[in-house]
C-alpha cells in the first residue's frame, strides 16, 4: 500500500535559492499548488516566482489546484527541480499597459496636430473616423482584460512588460497616429461610401463577434482555475481561433478607413504572431482531448491559415 506522506528530493535548476530545503514531505494526495505554496514559504519568495519539473523527465508540474502530485507520477524520494524565474508581474497589468500605449497616444496627436505637423488644417472627417475607430478598439481591450478574461498563469518576467508594449506603443500607437493624422496622409482624402460604409459594418460585427468568443473563452474556466475545455459557438467549429480571426477583420476595416502602410505595419506582426500562437492552441487541443475534439484544418482564417 503506498504511503499518504512522500518525500521529495528538491533540488535548484539554474542559480542558487535561499532556504530551499533539500527535502520536502508532502501528501500524495495533496495538489500541485499546495507543492508551490510549501515551497515557497521555506524560500521565503512569491509563489509566482517559481517553476517546478520533475527531475526524471524534467516535465513541468504546474501550479494547479486540480491536479494532484499522484497525478503528476511523483513518488516517495521522487526528485523534484526548482527554478527561480526572476521578479514577475501579473498579465493583466501587462496587458492594461499594452493597450494604454494607443489610447494616450492617439487623441495626443490628434489633438496636437497644429504643433507637430505645423498646419492650421482642422482634421479630416476619415482623420476624426480613424481616431473613434481606433480609440473604440482598444477601450474594448482594456474592458476585457478588467473584466473578461481569465488567465491561465498569474503573472509573466517582469521584462516582458517593456517587450510586449513596444509592439502596441511604438507600432499602434505612435507609427500608427503620426502617419495617420498627417496632412499629407490618404485620409485626409474625401469620404467614400462605397468603401468606408462597407468597413464600418465589418468593424462592429467582428468587434461583436470578437467579445462574444472571449465570453465563451471565459466561461470555460471558473475562477482562480487553470482547468480547460473545448469551446464551441461561434466560428470555433470552422477554425481553431475565431477570436484572431474577428480581431483581424477588425484592423482590416480599420484599414480600409485609413489606407495608410502603417496600419498594415502594424497588423502583420500581430498575424504572424496570433498564427503561431493558434497552431500551438490546437496542438494543444489535440492533446488534452484526443478523441473529443474536431480537429480544425485551419487555425485562424478559413482556406489560407
Not at 260 to 283: C, D, H, N, R, Y
Amino acid at each position: 500500500m503506498e504511503s499518504k506522506i512522500i518525500t521529495l528530493a528538491v533540488k535548484p535548476r539554474g542559480k542558487p535559492i535561499d532556504s530551499l530545503p533539500e527535502e520536502l514531505e508532502a501528501p500524495k494526495s495533496g495538489s500541485a499548488a499546495q507543492l508551490y505554496q510549501s515551497l515557497a514559504s521555506k524560500s521565503r519568495i512569491s509563489v509566482h516566482r517559481l517553476r517546478i519539473t520533475k527531475g526524471i523527465d524534467g516535465s513541468y508540474i504546474p501550479n494547479s489546484k486540480d491536479v494532484t502530485l499522484g497525478r503528476t507520477g511523483l513518488r516517495d524520494q521522487s526528485v523534484i527541480f526548482v527554478k527561480d524565474l526572476g521578479p514577475q508581474i501579473a498579465w493583466r497589468t501587462v496587458f492594461v499597459v499594452e493597450y494604454l500605449g494607443p489610447l494616450l497616444i492617439h487623441p495626443l496627436v490628434y489633438f496636437l496636430r497644429p504643433y507637430i505637423y505645423k498646419t492650421n488644417e482642422p482634421p479630416s472627417e476619415l482623420q476624426t473616423l480613424s481616431l473613434i475607430l481606433i480609440t473604440a478598439h482598444f477601450l474594448k481591450r482594456e474592458f476585457e482584460t478588467l473584466f473578461v478574461h481569465r488567465f491561465s498563469l498569474a503573472t509573466m518576467p517582469v521584462f516582458n512588460i517593456f517587450k510586449n508594449s513596444i509592439h502596441y506603443w511604438a507600432l499602434a500607437g505612435a507609427n500608427l497616429a503620426y502617419w495617420v493624422y498627417a496632412p499629407g496622409s490618404p485620409t485626409t482624402r474625401p469620404l467614400n461610401p462605397a468603401i468606408i460604409y462597407p468597413a464600418l459594418v465589418l468593424y462592429a460585427v467582428s468587434q461583436v463577434c470578437n467579445l462574444s468568443t472571449h465570453i465563451t473563452l471565459r466561461n470555460l474556466r471558473s475562477p482562480g482555475s487553470t482547468e480547460r475545455g473545448i469551446p464551441t459557438g461561434l466560428g470555433f467549429g470552422i477554425v481553431t481561433c475565431p477570436n484572431y480571426l474577428y480581431e483581424i477583420l477588425a484592423w482590416v476595416a480599420i484599414w480600409l478607413v485609413t489606407w495608410s502602410l502603417s496600419t498594415g505595419v502594424f497588423i502583420l506582426p500581430a498575424v504572424v504572431q496570433m498564427q503561431l500562437w493558434a497552431k500551438k492552441k490546437e496542438l494543444r487541443y489535440r492533446k488534452d482531448f484526443p478523441g473529443k475534439y474536431q480537429r480544425k484544418r485551419y487555425a485562424i482564417v478559413p482556406g489560407l491559415f
